[in-house]
């Protein structure tokens, strides 16, 4: 997620959504409880923790065919910086709140 500057990642099984992880999922998780005690006594059990665990699983979606203004005003009446595109439980694309084009 650093070097390719993704904040956020959605989790596909199957073709489907099963959620979304952040960078701050990903953070609070080592920096929290059980993970923070492991990460103290040196023992590396924690990085096989399955990234569902600390996914977030209820996110908001959009179908293909509502248009570009339907989704910013989604984005901005829930105060959320991503949108998957789902069609029939199928992630056929992400809308962000910013891009980087390289």
Excluded: W, Y
Aim: charged share 30%.
């Amino acid at each position: 997620m650093v070097s390719r500057s993704f904040r956020r990642l959605p989790i596909v099984s199957d073709d489907k959504l099963l959620g979304m992880v952040t960078a701050m999922d990903i953070i609070r998780f080592f920096g929290l409880g059980e993970a923070f005690r492991k990460l103290q006594q040196g023992t590396k059990e924690m990085f096989n923790t399955p990234i569902i665990q600390i996914a977030s699983r209820d996110i908001l979606t959009i179908d293909p065919e509502e248009d570009v203004g339907q989704a910013a005003k989604i984005m901005r009446e829930k105060d959320v910086g991503v949108l998957p595109v789902v069609k029939e439980k199928i992630l056929i694309g992400i809308v962000t709140e910013g891009t980087s084009l390289k």
